[in-house]
């Protein structure tokens, strides 16, 4: 997969005389797709050594034509404890199946 992140920031105005600060709000552009052969080689590239064993699966899934497991459906049975500053990250093991869920407070803004 490949992400794409764009940010673009705005500047911050002072103005003296009723001494009051202006800003807007940064813009973040989010972009997905599958990565193609060439990304995946380059990402190999980038990684440390002991660590290119995920890259290598998903280059023999895309040279065989296949494509990846689903994605994992996931029903939350207590969403009412989840609060709207916590975020539920999933995690999967090596083999696709779901590994573990952590909740996480998000930053305050």
Do not use: C
Not at 18 to 23: I, L, Y
Not at 76 to 99: C, P
């Amino acid at each position: 997969m490949r992400v794409a992140v764009l940010t673009k920031a705005y500047p911050i105005f002072y103005t003296w005389h009723n001494r009051s600060v202006e800003h807007r709000a940064p813009e973040i552009t989010i972009s997905a797709g599958f990565a193609t052969e060439a990304e995946l080689l380059a990402a190999r590239s980038m990684v440390q050594p002991a660590q290119p064993g995920q890259i290598d699966v998903l280059l023999k899934l895309l040279r065989d034509g296949q494509q990846p497991a689903a994605p994992i459906r996931v029903e939350l049975v207590n969403a009412n404890e989840l609060a709207r500053d916590k975020v539920l990250v999933i995690k999967r093991a090596d083999d696709g199946k779901m590994s573990g869920a952590i909740v996480e407070h998000l930053p305050a803004v």
